[in-house]
């Protein structure tokens, strides 16, 4: 018969194998028409939505011409009660912006260092109530524990009935109980988000071995690189401007997507057929 902790062992095998595998399904190459570079990394910054590519085409009697943008599903559809009202990204500029900051952070090893620095000061800061709130459980656990040796302590020497020493140490073990349940859960929130000078040397590590023919990365090779970083992003408008904010297990960063040329991904001129087929041209 199998033990408890086999069946537990099995189950989260269970989930992690259909986590990946609605992952997979999400960013397989058969559900993507064109190049979008982030998107199932995006997500709406007014209302929270993930956002969604879109093409938008133009015809001519000859050609086809195609533009790619990150909107917001909700944008102009019948299908949601509340319409957003962020405006639609192009995807050259959002997808430039980021690789071109996901490439200064690998290929510039002291501006990875401090972005690593900066990251790992930040997650000891948000984690600092965890942190204390585990202290303060820790000390309650040895407390109850105390009293409980205490209680045995008195029920030996005769100072206490048994009726009462039995209501007693239920009622201690219910709590120390909890109280560990609770040091675990604050335990795991710690060891998901703390940052370690151990992991700053692996990332390093991790950087220096994809940095070699990084310029050389075909498009599918570079979105590996994103979903090995955990890249994602939150698109909004900022006192007027046009941004996206930007995190991976490297750093996060604030891209002005209006800074960044013009000349990088996705606008596609995709031409009509005219005798044996369509010919595809990239600028």
């Known amino acids: 018969m199998p033990s408890?902790?086999?069946?537990?062992?099995?189950?989260?095998?269970?989930?992690?194998?259909?986590?990946?595998?609605?992952?997979?399904?999400?960013?397989?190459?058969?559900?993507?028409?064109?190049?979008?570079?982030?998107?199932?990394?995006?997500?709406?910054?007014?209302?929270?939505m993930k956002l969604r590519g879109h093409a938008s085409m133009k015809r001519t009697k000859t050609a086809r011409y195609i533009r790619l943008y990150y909107q917001c599903p909700t944008a102009g559809g019948t299908a949601f009660v509340k319409e957003c009202n962020l405006p639609r990204f192009r995807v050259k500029d959002v997808d430039g912006a980021v690789w071109r900051w996901i490439e200064g952070l690998?290929?510039?090893?002291?501006?990875?260092?401090?972005?690593?620095?900066?990251?790992?000061a930040e997650s000891q800061r948000v984690n600092r109530p965890l942190q204390e709130r585990l202290a303060i459980v820790d000390q309650q656990?040895?407390?109850?524990?105390?009293?409980y040796e205490r209680l045995l302590d008195l029920y030996?020497?005769?100072?206490y009935a048994?009726?009462?020493?039995?209501?007693?140490?239920v009622c201690l073990e219910k709590t120390i109980a909890s109280l560990k349940e609770e040091r675990e859960r604050l335990a795991e929130s710690l060891a998901a988000s703390e940052i370690t000078n151990e992991d700053i040397v692996s990332i390093q590590e991790f950087a220096s071995a994809i940095a070699k023919g990084f310029e050389y990365l075909t498009f599918?090779?570079?979105?590996?690189?994103?979903?090995l970083l955990e890249l994602h992003g939150t698109l909004t408008v900022e006192d007027g401007q046009n941004v996206v904010f930007a995190q991976c297990v490297l750093g996060k960063e604030?891209?002005?997507?209006?800074?960044?040329?013009?000349?990088?991904?996705?606008?596609?001129?995709?031409?009509?057929?005219?005798?044996?087929?369509?010919?595809?041209r990239c600028k």
């Open 254 to 280: 604030t891209l002005n997507i209006a800074s960044i040329p013009t000349k990088e991904y996705n606008w596609h001129e995709e031409f009509l057929p005219t005798s044996a087929g369509a010919r595809l």
């Open 141 to 147: 656990i040895a407390d109850h524990k105390e009293r």
């Open 106 to 120: 690998i290929l510039d090893r002291e501006n990875l260092a401090l972005a690593l620095r900066e990251l790992q």
């Open 162 to 169: 048994r009726e009462m020493r039995i209501e007693r140490k």
């Open 4 to 48: 408890c902790r086999s069946a537990a062992t099995h189950r989260q095998t269970w989930e992690l194998t259909w986590k990946r595998r609605d992952l997979n399904r999400e960013r397989a190459k058969r559900n993507t028409k064109y190049q979008y570079l982030m998107r199932r990394g995006l997500t709406c910054g007014l209302c929270g």
């Open 156 to 159: 030996l020497g005769g100072q």
């Open 220 to 227: 599918e090779e570079k979105c590996r690189v994103v979903d």
